[in-house]
């Protein structure tokens, strides 16, 4: 079966949605970045929707569900590179991806969990 | 009102929702349609085909380009034989999902659209009319 790939890059994982999904397709991501997470140890997904023509509400939930599922396994997801008329028409759909960090490009979602991790370990450090 | 274009296509796999996204974005394409009103011509588009998959068994869409006058629209009429809606308002409230979804299939598509027509009748089967002007 058709997949999509996930590429490890040091604590994260970048996943790079250049396909038009079918529903199967986008439910096999969801399995495949899950099991990931735990066995690369990752402490952060960047999800690249730049190539997504649209969002509809089906993978408008994958989206959300990705970063709840992510969060329980104690990694920060970020989608980014949504175009703007893709914001559009999901914002006018209902949708508002409440619960999934979002950035502007591959760059600066890099920057948002690089930091994460840095806080993360400080906050460690002083408990300890 | 005049047709300018007309494409039918089956709804029976996952493969052909991808497939009416793909026909619907062309067809915008070629009336002339914006980015932002094509990418809401092919979102309200996906969200009827799932629903014709899922709930309704499987069906068609017709894909309609037409004009009145000056102005230019695209239609789409999403029909099934499947076990049809019971209570329409209830269907059409946001939220309202019969199967686990986020029920913004109904409700988005029809706010991403100019003109939205239902009828469905239980035990009969649905038919969704959706038109967006340019």
């Known amino acids: 079966m058709e997949r999509i790939p996930i590429l490890k890059m040091g604590d994260y994982l970048l996943?790079?949605?250049?396909?038009?999904?079918?529903?199967?397709?986008?439910?096999?991501?969801?399995?495949?970045?899950?099991?990931?997470?735990?066995?690369?140890?990752?402490?952060?997904?960047?999800?690249?929707?730049?190539?997504?023509?649209?969002?509809?509400?089906?993978?408008?939930r994958m989206l959300g569900d990705i970063a709840a599922m992510s969060r329980v396994l104690d990694a920060e997801t970020v989608v980014v590179g949504m175009r703007p008329a893709v914001a559009i028409t999901l914002v006018?759909?209902?949708?508002?991806l409440s619960g999934v960090r979002t950035a502007?490009?591959?760059?600066?979602?890099?920057?948002?969990?690089?930091r994460r991790i840095v806080d993360q370990a400080r906050t460690d450090g002083s408990t300890a | 009102m005049a047709v300018l274009l007309s494409d039918s296509r089956g709804i029976h796999t996952p493969e052909d929702v991808v497939a009416v996204r793909q026909a619907?974005?062309?067809?915008?394409v070629e009336l002339g349609f914006n980015l932002v009103d094509?990418?809401?011509?092919?979102?309200?588009a996906s969200e009827l085909a799932r629903n014709t998959l899922q709930y309704g068994g499987?069906?068609?869409?017709?894909?309609?380009?037409?004009?009145?006058?000056?102005?230019?629209?695209?239609?789409?009429?999403?029909e099934d034989k499947g076990?049809?809606?019971?209570?329409?308002?209830?269907?059409?409230?946001?939220?309202?999902?019969?199967a686990g979804g986020l029920g913004l299939g109904l409700s988005g598509a029809r706010r991403l659209s100019s003109e939205f027509q239902i009828d469905s009748r239980p035990?009969?089967?649905?038919?969704?009319?959706?038109?967006?002007?340019?």
């Open chain 1, 92 to 96: 006018e759909l209902g949708l508002s």
């Open chain 2, 38 to 44: 094509q990418t809401k011509l092919v979102t309200a």
């Open chain 2, 83 to 98: 076990p049809g809606i019971a209570n329409i308002d209830e269907a059409l409230r946001d939220g309202f999902s019969s």
């Open chain 1, 104 to 114: 502007l490009n591959v760059e600066r979602g890099m920057e948002l969990l690089r």
């Open chain 1, 15 to 60: 996943v790079t949605i250049q396909v038009d999904m079918h529903d199967r397709l986008a439910m096999a991501l969801q399995d495949d970045l899950t099991g990931r997470i735990v066995s690369a140890r990752s402490k952060g997904v960047l999800i690249d929707i730049s190539a997504l023509e649209i969002v509809d509400s089906f993978i408008g």
């Open chain 2, 24 to 28: 619907v974005r062309q067809r915008a």
């Open chain 2, 58 to 78: 499987g069906g068609t869409v017709l894909i309609e380009g037409i004009g009145n006058g000056l102005r230019r629209g695209l239609r789409l009429t999403f």
């Open chain 2, 123 to 134: 035990g009969e089967g649905t038919r969704v009319m959706i038109t967006r002007w340019r």
